[in-house]
């Protein structure tokens, strides 16, 4: 059974370091590898390949890190599964891939589908979902999912028939940011997922440079909502609504190692752009002195806006390279990821949203029901169940006797006045005025029976029509099985099990870190000495160790000048490219639009809050 208590506490975003291992072409080239991963405490420690070999490495300590030997069931299970977890429960949670181009951030998304054993977080997501459904048998849930991608600063519907239409972001205070007229469809297990999925990858943006043959030239972001409908304390239905968003970043590009050119430098410079704006908001939130968060700065923070310090429970999965020639950007992500780690969520159970769309699924399914009931209580309604009644037979004797006996007596008066004379008239007559009567009477009872028949025939097709309505509607509806006590007891206690590890590890690592704290105490610390030798002794100890940390201090400020450096010349020449763009379209107004039509054009345009800073 799925149950949870909202959380009001805040809880920072968890971070995990993953390190692919070394590519055919950096051994090939005898590359360097200068990161190094102890899994136990959770460090990664990364080497300067210019510094002199006694420097000591770079420490950085994380949540839980993988080396190159990870199984990709393993980092599901340690970094996805609590928080698809917590969406069953109605939280809203997030899982993103950050890092430079060519670190495996979509194999540790989406890995590859054959073997199975190589499939990444999302397609084990989708299994995971069903099968915590099929063993709850006490909820009604329905599932949709939704994928679209941020390409070169539009936002594209992957699952549209025009995949390359843009839309719009629109923003309120029940949905917060959301993506207008966006294509969301209803799934019944985890193979119509997949397909969801896979549809919408071959609309995806990719594209080969000379760091990744297949690489992303869009931010994807896969979007899966769980509406869930139990019985409260009270007695009535309470429903709740988790969204799950997993998330593929693209990686951040150096046009000298990539070698794009054309259309790959350009969405490399808005790859970069979206990223940089990414990392300003993790700088400013985690700064004290920052009154100012910029999610407004691009589509992609926007939309990740309430997983960055909002309602949200979020995971980060940095991709790093274990080469030498990649040493500034792993070590650009990984002072990114060790911000991202003192980023606050507050996250909370979403009970009773205003929009679910379960609440209109079972509304309608009452509706139908009581239309069935109330179709089934009509004897007429009732009385076709079996075969239809035949058509009715009538002759012309039936409809003598049905006329009067007032009538019958003046015919036989009649008759009998006018035996013999008036035999030749009275036949054709007689004979003629018979066929008048049966001729009104006639047309009138069919058309009453026909309008009879009429009422039973449709009455007859919308009881199958609304049958196979409801059964569509409740279809839809996903409801556990009540047999899989067993599965669900055993799944229990491997989780426990896991729990256990989990506390463990983060326990071992506790104390790592409390350890380095004494280490750093017992240095400032006065200490007596039973000799003059004894004294010089130590404090020659003490004095490398100082010195070793002065230089890792040195070293740290030098690789921050040079990250910082880096980043101006980026800035710089992305700067001169927009005042290149900006000259040509100034070129091209002045020189091909009339001064009228662009007045007009001018006067036409209006701000809207809605768009991105600087869009009409």
Same mark, same amino acid.
């Given at each position: 059974m799925i149950s949870a208590k909202g959380k009001k506490d805040p809880e920072c975003v968890k971070v995990v370091v993953r390190c692919r291992p070394m590519s055919r072409r950096e051994v090939e080239d005898t590359r360097q590898q200068i990161v190094s991963i102890n899994i136990d405490t959770g460090e990664v420690s990364v080497r300067n390949p210019e510094s002199d070999i006694k420097e000591a490495p770079k420490p950085f300590t994380f949540d839980q890190v993988f080396d190159s030997n990870c199984e990709q069931e393993h980092v599901f299970q340690t970094t996805a599964q609590p928080i698809v977890d917590s969406v069953l429960q109605g939280y809203n949670g997030t899982v993103f891939a950050y890092g430079q181009t060519g670190t495996g951030k979509t194999h540790t998304m989406e890995g590859l589908w054959d073997p199975p054993e190589q499939r990444g977080i999302i397609p084990r997501s989708f299994a995971r979902i069903f099968s915590e459904i099929d063993d709850t048998h006490d909820q009604n849930f329905l599932v949709r999912a939704s994928f679209l991608e941020i390409y070169n600063e539009e936002v594209r519907d992957l699952l549209a028939k025009d995949p390359k239409n843009k839309l719009d972001l629109k923003e309120d205070n029940d949905r917060g940011v959301y993506v207008k007229d966006l294509t969301s469809y209803v799934v019944k297990g985890a193979t119509e997922m997949e397909n969801v999925l896979l549809a919408g990858k071959k609309n995806r943006s990719v594209g080969a440079t000379l760091m990744n043959q297949d690489s992303s030239r869009s931010h994807s972001i896969f979007t899966i +909502?769980?509406?869930?409908?139990?019985?409260?304390?009270?007695?009535?239905?309470?429903?709740?609504?988790?969204?799950?968003?997993?998330?593929?970043?693209?990686?951040?590009?150096?046009?000298?190692?990539?070698?794009?050119?054309?259309?790959?430098?350009?969405?490399?410079? !808005? =790859?970069?752009?979206?990223?940089?704006?990414?990392?300003? +908001?993790?700088?400013?939130?985690?700064?004290?002195?920052?009154?100012?968060?910029?999610?407004?700065?691009?589509?992609?923070?926007?939309?990740?806006?309430?997983?960055?310090?909002?309602?949200?429970?979020?995971?980060? +999965?940095?991709?790093?390279?274990?080469?030498?020639?990649?040493?500034?950007?792993? =070590?650009?992500?990984?002072?990114?990821?060790?911000?991202?780690?003192?980023? !606050?969520?507050?996250?909370?159970?979403?009970?009773?949203?205003?929009?679910?769309?379960?609440?209109?699924?079972?509304?309608?399914?009452?509706?139908? !029901?009581?239309?069935?009931?109330?179709?089934?209580?009509?004897?007429?309604?009732?009385?076709?169940?079996?075969?239809?009644?035949?058509?009715?037979?009538?002759?012309?004797?039936?409809? +003598?006797?049905?006329?009067?006996?007032?009538?019958?007596?003046?015919?036989?008066?009649?008759?009998?006045?006018?035996?013999l004379a008036l035999q030749a008239v009275r036949e054709p007559r007689e004979k003629s005025r018979r066929n008048e009567t049966l001729d009104d009477v006639r047309p009138k009872i069919f058309a009453k029976r026909k309008e009879t028949e009429r009422k039973k025939r449709s009455a007859r097709r919308s009881v199958p029509t609304d049958m196979s309505k409801l059964q569509a509607m409740q279809e839809k509806v996903v409801v556990g099985s009540a047999n899989a006590e067993e599965a669900r007891r055993r799944e229990e206690e491997l989780a426990r099990a896991q729990m256990e590890l989990e506390r463990r590890r983060e326990e071992q690592q506790r104390l790592s870190e409390q350890l380095r704290e004494q280490v750093g105490e017992t240095l400032a610390m006065e200490e007596k000495y039973a000799s003059i030798q004894e004294e010089v002794q130590a404090k020659t100890k003490k004095l490398k160790k100082i010195w070793t940390r002065y230089e890792q201090a040195r070293a740290e400020a030098e690789d921050l000048r040079r990250e910082n450096q880096i980043e101006r010349e980026d800035l710089l020449q992305t700067i001169r490219e927009s005042d290149q763009s900006i000259k040509l379209l100034s070129l091209i107004v002045q020189n091909f639009i009339p001064d009228e039509e662009r007045m007009r054009i001018e006067s036409l345009c209006e701000w809207s809050p809605d768009d991105d800073p600087g869009t009409f």
């Amino acid at each position: 059974m799925i149950s949870a208590k909202g959380k009001k506490d805040p809880e920072c975003v968890k971070v995990v370091v993953r390190c692919r291992p070394m590519s055919r072409r950096e051994v090939e080239d005898t590359r360097q590898q200068i990161v190094s991963i102890n899994i136990d405490t959770g460090e990664v420690s990364v080497r300067n390949p210019e510094s002199d070999i006694k420097e000591a490495p770079k420490p950085f300590t994380f949540d839980q890190v993988f080396d190159s030997n990870c199984e990709q069931e393993h980092v599901f299970q340690t970094t996805a599964q609590p928080i698809v977890d917590s969406v069953l429960q109605g939280y809203n949670g997030t899982v993103f891939a950050y890092g430079q181009t060519g670190t495996g951030k979509t194999h540790t998304m989406e890995g590859l589908w054959d073997p199975p054993e190589q499939r990444g977080i999302i397609p084990r997501s989708f299994a995971r979902i069903f099968s915590e459904i099929d063993d709850t048998h006490d909820q009604n849930f329905l599932v949709r999912a939704s994928f679209l991608e941020i390409y070169n600063e539009e936002v594209r519907d992957l699952l549209a028939k025009d995949p390359k239409n843009k839309l719009d972001l629109k923003e309120d205070n029940d949905r917060g940011v959301y993506v207008k007229d966006l294509t969301s469809y209803v799934v019944k297990g985890a193979t119509e997922m997949e397909n969801v999925l896979l549809a919408g990858k071959k609309n995806r943006s990719v594209g080969a440079t000379l760091m990744n043959q297949d690489s992303s030239r869009s931010h994807s972001i896969f979007t899966i +909502v769980i509406e869930s409908s139990a019985e409260g304390s009270d007695g009535s239905r309470h429903i709740r609504a988790g969204k799950l968003n997993l998330v593929d970043l693209a990686g951040s590009e150096r046009q000298s190692k990539t070698g794009a050119t054309g259309d790959r430098l350009k969405e490399a410079t !808005k =790859i970069n752009l979206s990223l940089s704006a990414l990392g300003n +908001v993790i700088s400013a939130l985690v700064d004290s002195k920052s009154h100012h968060i910029p999610y407004r700065d691009s589509k992609l923070t926007r939309l990740l806006q309430d997983s960055l310090g909002g309602n949200t429970k979020t995971v980060m +999965v940095a991709n790093i390279g274990p080469a030498d020639y990649n040493y500034d950007e792993t =070590i650009s992500t990984l002072r990114y990821a060790n911000r991202a780690k003192n980023i !606050k969520n507050k996250p909370k159970i979403n009970e009773d949203p205003k929009d679910t769309m379960l609440r209109e699924f079972q509304e309608e399914i009452a509706r139908l !029901k009581s239309m069935l009931e109330s179709q089934q209580n009509d004897p007429e309604v009732r009385g076709v169940q079996g075969r239809p009644d035949p058509a009715p037979q009538f002759t012309g004797q039936e409809m +003598v006797k049905q006329m009067s006996n007032k009538q019958l007596e003046n015919i036989h008066h009649e008759l009998e006045e006018q035996k013999l004379a008036l035999q030749a008239v009275r036949e054709p007559r007689e004979k003629s005025r018979r066929n008048e009567t049966l001729d009104d009477v006639r047309p009138k009872i069919f058309a009453k029976r026909k309008e009879t028949e009429r009422k039973k025939r449709s009455a007859r097709r919308s009881v199958p029509t609304d049958m196979s309505k409801l059964q569509a509607m409740q279809e839809k509806v996903v409801v556990g099985s009540a047999n899989a006590e067993e599965a669900r007891r055993r799944e229990e206690e491997l989780a426990r099990a896991q729990m256990e590890l989990e506390r463990r590890r983060e326990e071992q690592q506790r104390l790592s870190e409390q350890l380095r704290e004494q280490v750093g105490e017992t240095l400032a610390m006065e200490e007596k000495y039973a000799s003059i030798q004894e004294e010089v002794q130590a404090k020659t100890k003490k004095l490398k160790k100082i010195w070793t940390r002065y230089e890792q201090a040195r070293a740290e400020a030098e690789d921050l000048r040079r990250e910082n450096q880096i980043e101006r010349e980026d800035l710089l020449q992305t700067i001169r490219e927009s005042d290149q763009s900006i000259k040509l379209l100034s070129l091209i107004v002045q020189n091909f639009i009339p001064d009228e039509e662009r007045m007009r054009i001018e006067s036409l345009c209006e701000w809207s809050p809605d768009d991105d800073p600087g869009t009409f």
